[in-house]
């Protein structure tokens, strides 16, 4: 199932935004969910992920510090909080879902890829 990712847009460097991912229901306590970038001309990589049910996060080397992945339950949604933001950082952001039977931050096991949202800091 693909999931959807909103509340990307346009920011100035040092700049914050939140996206948001809506994650089914079913998801609560069995999956990871991972959010990924990808860059005109260059690979999609992980960013961030979540095991959903022990709230376990995880970051990629190039953006800790300055990502913070979290889960709202009532709302269903896995949302990731850039700060900081690099015009290095602008990508279109995808999240996806998974099993948790291997580690969140395991990226190439992700698939499953929804339109994205996309993300431009000048």
């Known amino acids: 199932v693909q999931l959807v990712e909103s509340g990307g847009g346009s920011v100035q460097a040092g700049g914050s935004l939140r996206l948001s991912c809506a994650a089914p229901?079913?998801?609560?306590?069995?999956?990871?969910i991972g959010w990924f970038r990808q860059a005109p001309g260059k690979e999609r990589e992980g960013v961030a992920a979540?095991?959903?049910?022990?709230?376990?996060?995880y970051y990629a080397d190039s953006v800790k510090g300055r990502v913070v992945i979290s889960q709202d339950s009532a709302k269903n949604t896995v949302d990731l909080h850039l700060n900081a933001l690099k015009p290095e950082d602008t990508a279109m952001y995808y999240c996806?879902?998974?099993?948790?039977?291997?580690?969140?931050?395991?990226?190439?096991?992700?698939?499953?890829w929804g339109q994205g949202t996309q993300v431009t800091v000048s």
């Open positions: 996806t879902a998974r099993s948790a039977s291997r580690r969140c931050d395991t990226w190439s096991t992700y698939a499953n």
């Open positions: 229901r079913y998801t609560l306590n069995t999956a990871c």
């Open positions: 979540i095991w959903r049910g022990v709230s376990i996060t």
